[in-house]
């Protein structure tokens, strides 16, 4: 079973800190890309962080200096720790990654959600 698993979401005071992790199944392989997404109420979904292959990332504007992503290639997993944390960061995180399994194209598998909140 395909599988992305976020975990580390909660409730945080403005200014505090929060680290996302995210797990990708064992059977998506040839991962080229990881990434988060989050979605606040009544907005659209906005790419927050990614990295790609050989380890390039790109940040929305609204967080560069506050959060960093990194990868480890071994496990299949992506972090996302996120300092200086804001209220407007409240939302519902989403890991997705892109890669395959046996047998099928390239594909984009999306975790569940983490609710990241944070209180002024």
């Known amino acids: 079973q395909v599988q992305v698993v976020e975990s580390g979401g909660g409730l945080v005071q403005a200014g505090g800190s929060l680290r996302l992790s995210c797990a990708a199944s064992?059977?998506?392989?040839?991962?080229?890309?990881m990434g988060w997404y989050r979605q606040a109420p009544g907005k659209q979904r906005e790419m927050v962080a990614v990295?790609?292959?050989?380890?390039?990332?790109n940040y929305v504007d609204s967080v560069k200096g506050r959060f960093t992503i990194s990868r480890d290639y071994a496990k299949n997993t992506v972090s996302l720790q996120m300092n200086s944390l804001k209220p407007e960061d409240t939302a519902v995180y989403y890991c997705?990654?892109?890669?395959?399994?046996?047998?099928?194209?390239?594909?984009?598998?999306w975790g569940q959600g983490t609710q990241v909140t944070v209180s002024s």
């Open positions: 997705y990654t892109v890669g395959y399994t046996s047998g099928g194209p390239a594909s984009t598998y």
């Open positions: 064992d059977n998506i392989f040839g991962i080229a890309v």
């Open positions: 990295i790609v292959s050989g380890g390039v990332t």
